[in-house]
């Protein structure tokens, strides 16, 4: 059984920076981040493969960076130039397998957290 608890998340201003942490559980291979905002619909932020090879939804590259550190089972998120946009609660989910090219698809991946709220105020 995976366990996952996402921690790190608050409130800034535009411009800011946050860095989301998610400490892991379990198989834990295949990892992501996403988020959902009131009324919106999940969407895939940045995912993280068993070889390290990265993928970013086009509205965050560059701002965003995933990283994982297999010592600590932990999966992070830096979040820069946060945006007003950026708001919403931010999930961290993890799967055995999961091809990079479907890294961003929330139902690829069995295992989810509870959330961590991120506000960005403008």
């Known amino acids: 059984q995976v366990q996952l608890q996402e921690s790190g998340g608050g409130s800034v201003q535009s411009g800011g920076s946050l860095k989301l942490s998610c400490a892991a559980s379990?198989?834990?291979?295949?990892m992501a981040w996403f988020r959902q905002a009131p009324g919106k619909e999940r969407e895939g932020v940045a995912a993280?493969?068993?070889?390290?090879?990265?993928t970013y939804a086009d509205s965050v590259k560059g701002r965003f960076t995933i990283s994982v550190d297999n010592a600590k089972k932990t999966l992070y998120l830096q979040m820069n130039t946060l945006k007003p946009e950026d708001t919403a609660m931010y999930y961290c989910?993890?799967?055995?397998?999961?091809?990079?090219?479907?890294?961003?698809?929330?139902?690829?991946?069995?295992?989810r957290g509870q959330g961590t709220q991120v506000t960005v105020s403008s």
């Open positions: 989910a993890a799967d055995p397998v999961v091809p990079l090219d479907y890294g961003l698809r929330p139902g690829e991946y069995k295992f």
């Open positions: 379990g198989d834990t291979r295949c």
């Open positions: 993280i493969d068993s070889d390290g090879d990265t």
